[in-house]
């Protein structure tokens, strides 16, 4: 009822608004997937999860100023999530503004991980642990282009702090605080990119601990081939008497096309572990058990698509964990269809 009474209200606004009607756009995607691990895995008995349905909107006031918006809902419609809600100011080539809340410019993967987007079905492990995809945060960004070199600034809310880093999504500011944080990135030719990405900010409510994040990605890609890999650091500080907390994580994945067909190739790595967070933590009142995870895996897939917009994928995990033997492996499948 809330998507419900959301659309209706949108529909309201536009039919009042003849102006901005006669500008608006619109499109979006929906997906749902089909998993089974094997018998120690999280859906050894096979699940159809995930179900997405987005929908944006985007338009102009006038040559200057413009506005994007976007929804999207999870679980069969019973959550609903803002993904995406600024207006901008063009000021050329070389300078745009947004305000309102907007994908944080972290990396390449946090921009294009859609289901209709991403070639593989799964976020790798870098990005469900380190990098919190998808990560919307409240706040200014200025980016803009010049030669070969593209960049983009913020000045954010920022994360806060729960049991992991991903954990640490938030709309309002849980401290005094306001993150910081950009990514510079520069065209070498022939498809080839490569971009350094820094974000900085207090995470705790207390507003004394820092988490400082770095990244570096690079694609590669022509007409049938593609090659995406990002690496990502967080220093994470804890309360006296623990350590410090450090991740690291990087993914490489490798896709080509045959007529209507893509295989597709991935390997992925990470090493998270943080003494304070974890299971269990409650801010302020609880430590939590501790993180300690060194993960790889391998990812082995085809995606068709017999139209443009709908993409029928089937994936296999090979996942490794240190010093556990355990049968997850994990087979996907998704449906993802855009409009």
């Known amino acids: 009822m809330r998507l419900i009474r959301i659309l209706f209200f949108i529909a309201l606004f536009?039919?009042?608004?003849?102006?901005?009607?006669?500008?608006?756009?619109?499109?979006?995607?929906?997906?749902?997937?089909?998993?089974?691990?094997?018998k120690e895995g999280i859906n050894p008995n096979g699940d159809?999860?995930?179900?997405?349905?987005?929908?944006?909107?985007?338009?102009?006031?006038?040559?200057?100023?413009?506005?994007?918006?976007?929804?999207?809902?999870?679980?069969?419609?019973?959550d609903f999530f803002l993904e995406q809600a600024w207006v901008g100011f063009r000021g050329g080539a070389f300078f745009n503004l947004k305000l309102g809340a907007f994908l944080v410019p972290f990396g390449m993967l946090n921009q294009i991980h859609r289901p209709n987007q991403m070639r593989l079905i799964n976020l790798p492990l870098s990005h469900e642990n380190?990098?919190?995809?998808?990560?919307?945060?409240?706040?200014?960004?200025?980016?803009?282009?010049y030669g070969i070199v593209s960049y983009s600034v913020y000045l954010t809310n920022g994360l806060g702090e729960g049991k992991d880093i991903s954990g640490g999504r938030q709309f309002r500011d849980n401290n005094k605080d306001k993150?910081?944080?950009?990514?510079?990135?520069?065209?070498?030719?022939?498809?080839?990119?490569?971009?350094?990405?820094?974000?900085?900010?207090?995470?705790?409510?207390?507003?004394?601990?820092?988490?400082?994040?770095?990244?570096?990605?690079?694609i590669w890609s022509n007409a049938k081939t593609i090659l995406l890999a990002e690496y990502s650091k967080a220093d994470i500080e804890n309360r006296i008497p623990y350590e410090k907390g450090k991740a690291e994580g990087y993914f490489i994945i490798f896709s080509f096309s045959i007529g209507?067909?893509?295989?597709?190739?991935?390997?992925?790595?990470?090493?998270?572990?943080?003494?304070?967070?974890?299971?269990?933590?409650?801010?302020g009142l609880k430590e939590g058990a501790g993180i300690d995870k060194k993960r790889e895996r391998w990812t082995i897939g085809l995606n068709y698509y017999?139209?443009?917009?709908?993409?029928?994928?089937?994936?296999?995990?090979?996942?490794?964990?240190?010093?556990?033997?355990?049968?997850?492996?994990?087979?996907?499948?998704?449906?993802?269809?855009?409009?």
Do not use: C, M
């Open 48 to 78: 159809i999860l995930n179900s997405y349905f987005s929908l944006n909107f985007s338009g102009k006031f006038d040559s200057k100023f413009y506005f994007y918006s976007e929804v999207r809902t999870e679980n069969a419609l019973s």
């Open 130 to 145: 380190i990098i919190p995809v998808p990560w919307t945060d409240i706040g200014v960004s200025i980016d803009g282009k």
């Open 260 to 283: 209507n067909f893509s295989p597709v190739f991935s390997y992925q790595f990470l090493n998270y572990k943080d003494p304070f967070h974890g299971e269990g933590f409650i801010p």
């Open 179 to 218: 993150a910081k944080g950009g990514r510079l990135s520069v065209s070498l030719g022939k498809g080839l990119k490569i971009g350094f990405s820094q974000y900085k900010g207090k995470y705790n409510s207390e507003n004394n601990l820092n988490l400082n994040l770095k990244g570096i990605d690079l």
């Open 14 to 38: 536009l039919l009042t608004n003849s102006f901005i009607l006669s500008e608006i756009k619109y499109g979006g995607y929906f997906s749902f997937d089909y998993i089974k691990s094997q």
């Open 306 to 339: 017999p139209v443009s917009n709908i993409a029928f994928k089937v994936e296999y995990q090979f996942n490794k964990e240190k010093d556990l033997q355990l049968k997850d492996n994990t087979l996907r499948i998704q449906v993802a269809v855009s409009f």
